[in-house]
Nanobody
Framework: QVQLVESGGGLVQPGGSLRLSCAASGFTFSTNIMRWYRQAPGKDRELVATITSSGGSTNYADSVKGRFTISRDNAKNTVYLQMNSLKPEDTAMYYC?????WGQGTQVTVSS
């Protein structure tokens, strides 16, 4: 049974940082591209970041370039999203995703 379990969300002030984690199980993690998406209320789901199976290549949405970093630890079957210089517009539910599978999401709220 495939599971993607996100954690690390919360309430943070503008300019702050959070690190999201997504623990994967039930499939061969090290051979899969991993992605982070987000969805704010009333908005379309947005692809935030992508990382290749080896971690050797990453891509980011323009809205987060220079502030967010995606990484992975294949030994721990975990993908991360380090988010720095957070802005109120980063407020959303954040999901990790691969192939046809999605996690349940973790809420990030950026507010003073």
């Amino acid at each position: 049974q495939v599971q993607l379990v996100e954690s690390g969300g919360g309430l943070v002030q503008p300019g702050g940082s959070l690190r999201l984690s997504c623990a994967a199980s039930g499939f061969t993690f090290s051979t899969n591209i991993m992605r982070w998406y987000r969805q704010a209320p009333g908005k379309d789901r947005e692809l935030v970041a992508t990382i290749t199976s080896s971690g050797g290549s990453t891509n980011y949405a323009d809205s987060v370039k220079g502030r967010f970093t995606i990484s992975r630890d294949n030994a721990k079957n975990t993908v991360y999203l380090q988010m720095n210089s957070l802005k109120p517009e980063d407020t959303a539910m954040y999901y990790c995703q691969t192939w046809v599978w999605w996690g349940q999401g973790t809420q990030v709220t950026v507010s003073s």
